[in-house]
């Protein structure tokens, strides 16, 4: 995140891995193929560059599923951390899962990042966590995880 007073957002919106990245992410599938237990599922943000990275750091393991939650996003600073519409993930995803994301969503027409305040104003540009604070995310994920198994 650029913090420096004269940056300016270039108004990418969720952002590719860049080639250092993907090599960086690609870098640790020779390990993560093999942990022993074997990950049963991915979850990882609904962002393209989170997607990737998963993919290409566990590519190698075989049969695993692969879940997208918004809980995981990270913060909402720049453009690049505004996401896409779950059809937009499917079509480029099509092995990751994004039922959960689509119906958890349903009522904002599938927008799952932050998109304004309720009374209308976009705080682009001030971080902010998933929910404004910290416990609360945190304790969403945990449901999220729990009920899991309950998720196809």
Known sequence: ?????????????????????????????PVTRFLDPAPEVLIASPLHRA????????????????E?????????FHASDVGR???AIEADFPDWCVKA???EHAEKDGVWWYAGDEDGGDNL?????????????VEEVSLFLSLYGQVD
């Open 1 to 29: 995140m650029c913090t420096a007073s004269d940056f300016v957002d270039p108004l990418f919106y969720d952002t590719r891995l860049t080639k250092k990245g993907a090599e960086q992410a690609a870098s640790l599938a």
């Open 51 to 66: 997607m990737t990275t998963a993919d290409l750091a566990f590519g190698s393991c075989q049969g695993i599923k692969k």
């Open 68 to 76: 997208t939650c918004a809980l995981m996003r990270e913060r909402v």
């Open 85 to 87: 519409h779950p059809d």
């Open 101 to 103: 994301l689509r119906e």
């Open 125 to 137: 540009g001030a971080a902010v966590s998933v929910s404004g604070v910290v416990q609360e995310p």
